[in-house]
């Protein structure tokens, strides 16, 4: 705060100082003390002012009224304490003194200044303060040279660490705040701090402080209209409290401080209400712990110079690129935790919404528990999550993308891959178009690692879900007339690359359609370098020339596919079932001979393909092994053009069993 504050502990914590021997000098040396404390805001350009001084030495009792504070014209702050009273006033040791209690009432006082770009009066109101068992200075430092926001900041709490007190108490705070001074469109709003209270007070700590409750209205002008929100807050309570840590953010001496300073063991709330318009949120209740700061990274002077001065002027690309580096490096000077909020409900024309619970810790981000209203219905899902997620990646990767002149390149869009490590979706059942059908997900899970470059060289995605048939899409006629509505699909795919054999694998991948078919699929591949993994289309291309294939191996369980598409042939032909099933198998020997002669091998498998159609209910498995070395490029270009020449570089084994 500016130099009202400092003012305000001079006239507070000043006044009591003294000594207290004889009846008439010490009326004389309080004054006097006093008297020195206003001085010193004189000097440095201010006005200062009190009224009637006195001091009953039975009682140690002092009274100081009617006390005004401006400490300079240019910090445009006004002060004005109505009475203060300090009771048990004695001097602890050398240069210190204490109180057993100090009451001030009729507090006002009011800021108006300018951060950045930001433009603020305010105004503030405290009725009644109690400050219990007070040991402090009997003088205040001197006040700083500078008028910087920092440097007034770090003197406050400079002068906070060198107090101590058993308790302070405040029933009310009135704040009127205006941001923007038009009568016409005003903007800014009221805030009432109700039940504060400050619990053992020393050297910069706070062992606990709460309030009991906040209200807020603000206004707000928007084009063409202006806006309102208001808001109350509840049981807001603070514990564990260290200024250390802000003291090591604003000393330059301490700017390769790589520690961890923790500024807040735990911050809570309860109930907490927000109305704007016909929009009402509403969240039970938040919980921050082991709030900490790294004095290297979390500078306040170069968060607060790094603002724009004109913000009619929006930033250029260049501009926009370093302010998110530099946030990027500020935020990661912050440390947190766990962040828990609790049920929170929004309230909008169109329906209520609610989420459960959302949590951030150790890097893992989740939501839980939501019920969203949509057009088609409600949207619900039991679990949202991000793996190891980094918002100073996340800054610094959208950073990466600002670059004057030209679009994001490829690699740059890959870097999203870095700035987490997975993805997890559960329980998600949501409207199918305009149906009563729901789409739902048991579990979608997708996880990554072992980057090279920007791109993961090892991935793993499940997906476990269901989906209504729809009869407007001519691909699933099919499913409709063989009874099926409704699809279920089970997958599993892992896939990794190992550096020390250069091999890649899928291991293995696994689709399982529910009623219809469940599949498997192993596949290795060699040679695979790592230059392959490559953003360059060039590159890529290049490097995969060198891989090869090593083996494959396919797994297919009929779980009733083969008798749907028996029972769709014998409608198509009007035949009966048996009829359709002894046809295609048929087709399929037909093709016999003309596979054997481009490769015997082959022979084995076009008969465990007609035996798994002949058999309802079996499972079909083929293996490909290379006969020499098979250029993978290569293979896949021979494939669409000439299959059974490709199919002859394998050794082939096929078999079918229940």
Same mark, same amino acid.
């Given at each position: ?8 502990i ?10 207290f021997?004889f ?25 200062? +002012? ?5 001091f ?12 005004a ?52 009066k ?19 430092r ?22 101590s ?35 053992n ?24 209209? +202006?806006g ?66 790294q ?22 690309p ?5 302010m ?86 490829p ?20 409207p ?21 470059g ?21 691909k ?52 695979v370098?790592?230059?392959v ?15 090869e ?83 993978l ?26």
């Amino acid at each position: 705060m500016k130099r009202v504050l400092i003012g305000l502990i001079a006239v507070i914590v000043l006044a009591a100082g003294g000594w207290f021997g004889f009846n008439l000098y010490v009326q004389h040396r309080v004054t006097a003390e006093i008297e020195a404390s206003f001085e010193q805001v004189r000097a440095s350009g201010g006005k200062a +002012s009190h009224g009637k001084i006195g001091f009953d030495l039975p009682s140690r009792t002092l009274t100081i009224e009617d006390i005004a504070v401006d400490p300079s014209q240019q910090s445009q702050m006004q002060a004005r304490i109505a009475n203060v009273k300090a009771t048990g006033v004695r001097q602890a040791d050398e240069g210190q003194f204490s109180a057993d209690t100090i009451e001030v009432s009729g507090i006002e006082f009011a800021i108006d200044s300018a951060v950045g770009p930001s433009q603020m009066k305010a105004s503030y109101k405290i009725a009644q303060a109690t400050i219990r068992d007070y040991t402090g200075a009997i003088r205040a430092r001197a006040l700083p040279a500078s008028n910087a926001i920092t440097d007034l900041y770090r003197f406050g709490i400079e002068q906070f660490s060198s107090l101590s007190a058993s308790s302070i108490e405040v029933p009310t705070i009135a704040v009127t705040v205006v941001t923007k001074a038009d009568p016409v469109k005003p903007e800014g709003g009221e805030l009432l701090y109700s039940g504060l209270a400050m619990k053992n007070l020393r050297h910069g700590k706070i062992e606990a402080s709460k309030a009991d409750r906040l209200t807020f209205t603000f206004k707000t002008a928007q084009p063409g209209k +202006s806006g309102q929100f208001a808001g109350e807050l509840s049981n807001l309570t603070m514990s564990g409290f260290d200024a250390g840590g802000m003291l090591a953010t604003l000393d330059p001496e301490k700017a390769k401080d790589d520690s961890i300073r923790q500024i807040y063991r735990q911050v809570s709330t309860g109930p907490y209400t927000v109305t704007s318009g016909d929009v009402r949120l509403q969240i039970d209740g938040l919980s921050i712990d082991d709030i900490g700061v790294q004095p290297s990274k979390f500078r306040m002077t170069e968060m607060l110079a790094m603002l724009p001065q004109d913000p009619s002027a929006p930033p250029t690309p260049a501009q926009a690129r370093d302010m998110m580096e530099k946030l990027a490096g500020f935020y990661e000077g912050l440390s947190v935790g766990k962040i828990e909020i609790g049920k929170m409900s929004i309230g909008t024309p169109q329906g209520t919404g609610s989420i459960n619970l959302v949590r951030y810790k150790d890097g893992d981000f989740a939501i839980e528990g939501v019920d969203l209203p949509s057009p088609q219905g409600q949207l619900k899902m039991e679990r949202f999550a991000l793996k190891s997620f980094s918002v100073t990646s996340l800054m610094r990767w959208a950073a990466s993308l600002v670059t004057p002149g030209r679009a994001p390149a490829p690699d740059q869009m890959l870097g999203l891959f870095g700035v987490l490590a997975g993805a997890e979706i559960k329980g998600v059942a949501a409207p199918y178009k305009n149906t009563r059908k729901l789409v739902t997900i048991d579990t979608l899970s997708l996880d990554w690692g072992q980057l090279v470059g920007s791109i993961p060289s090892k991935a793993h995605v499940v997906a476990k879900f269901a989906t209504p048939t729809d009869a407007s899409d001519p691909k699933q006629l099919p499913l409709i007339a063989a009874g099926i509505d409704r699809l279920a699909i089970d997958l599993d795919l892992g896939a990794a690359w190992t550096e020390a054999s250069s091999s890649f694998a899928l291991m293995p991948a696994t689709l399982d359609i529910g009623g219809i078919a469940k599949a498997q699929l192993r596949v290795a591949l060699g040679n695979v370098p790592r230059e392959v993994f490559s953003a360059d289309p060039a590159q890529l291309m290049g490097q995969a020339a060198r891989i090869e294939a090593v083996a494959l191996e396919l797994s297919l369980r009929d779980n009733g596919g083969v008798d749907s598409v028996v029972a769709q042939n014998a409608r198509g032909r009007n035949v009966s079932r048996d009829a359709a099933r002894q046809t295609l198998v048929d087709s399929v020997r037909a093709q016999r001979a003309q596979i054997v002669a481009a490769n015997p091998e082959a022979g084995a498998a076009v008969d465990a393909i007609a035996s798994f159609v002949e058999t309802p209910g079996q499972t079909l498995v083929i293996k490909l092994m290379p006969r020499a070395k098979v250029p993978l490029m290569q293979l896949m270009q021979l494939i669409p053009i000439d299959p059974q020449s490709a199919l002859a570089q394998f050794r082939i084994e096929a078999s079918t069993g229940l």
